[in-house]
């Protein structure tokens, strides 16, 4: 697609429950970023894959978040037994590698809005 | 941990007035990464800073780092309604060029 693709949009789910938010990247960008934001901050960072390797998840908050990207094109970032906290706007960014290594210069979506009850 | 605060936190102007949105990093910087984003929409890459006393422009907004690298400036010209919204400067962490450090956002209104 022309841009990077988050659903859904916004989702409102109740405590306990388990949600999937999918994103779809830029056609042929290798690395692919989630992020959480939190109303009135920057996003912060969760984790990132360049094709499916996932490089680095030292920012998921805890063991019920979970991210994967098994073909190295959609990825999805599952969130077990939602809690109140993790309301939030979860975005996703895609990139080119640049001399073969990743750069900031990141193409986000609009995000998925997750509200948990 | 590397942190970035952002000065003013909101700005309202007036068009046609000039601005300047700084950030400040707790530690040097490997680079340093502009983002505007508008209500409902993702962020949009502004520019990207890597060298000491670096200075970029693009249309009428200019973005220096300083020799140090510790700390960014964000100057528009002429400020128009178009240029509302959240800036949110951020910085890599370590030699991951998009894992970033985001300062908290400036929120900046023109009114016309």
């Known amino acids: 697609g022309a841009g990077v693709s988050q659903s859904p949009r916004y989702k409102v789910t109740k405590r306990g429950q388990d949600v999937a938010l999918r994103c779809d990247p830029i056609?042929?960008?290798?690395?692919l970023y989630w992020y959480r934001q939190a109303l009135g901050q920057g996003p912060e960072f969760l984790t990132y894959?360049?094709?499916?390797?996932?490089?680095?998840k030292s920012g998921l908050p805890n063991d019920r978040f979970s991210a994967e990207r098994p073909e190295g094109s959609i990825s999805t970032l599952t969130i077990q037994r939602t809690e109140q906290r993790d309301s939030a706007m979860y975005r996703c960014?895609?990139?080119?590698?640049?001399?073969?290594?990743?750069?900031?210069?990141?193409?986000f979506g609009e995000g998925s809005r997750l509200t948990v009850l | 941990s590397q942190e970035l605060e952002q000065s003013p936190q909101s700005l309202i102007v007036q068009e046609g007035k000039n601005l300047t949105i700084n950030c400040t990093s707790s530690?040097?910087?490997?680079?340093l990464y502009w983002y505007k984003q508008k209500y409902g929409e993702g962020l949009i890459f502004l520019m990207m800073?890597?060298?000491?006393?670096e200075e970029k422009s693009h249309e009428k907004i200019t973005a220096k780092l300083d020799e140090k690298k510790q700390q960014s400036s964000l100057h528009i010209t002429a400020s128009q309604p178009s240029h509302a919204g959240i800036y949110l400067c951020?910085?890599?962490?370590?030699?991951?060029?998009?894992?970033?450090?985001f300062g908290q956002g400036t929120e900046l209104s023109v009114k016309p």
């Open positions: 960014a895609s990139s080119l590698l640049s001399g073969g290594r990743n750069t900031g210069e990141l193409f």
């Open positions: 056609s042929g960008h290798v690395s």
């Open positions: 894959f360049n094709y499916e390797a996932q490089q680095d």
């Open positions: 530690k040097t910087l490997y680079g």
């Open positions: 800073l890597q060298k000491g006393g």
């Open positions: 951020g910085g890599p962490t370590g030699n991951q060029g998009g894992k970033l450090i």
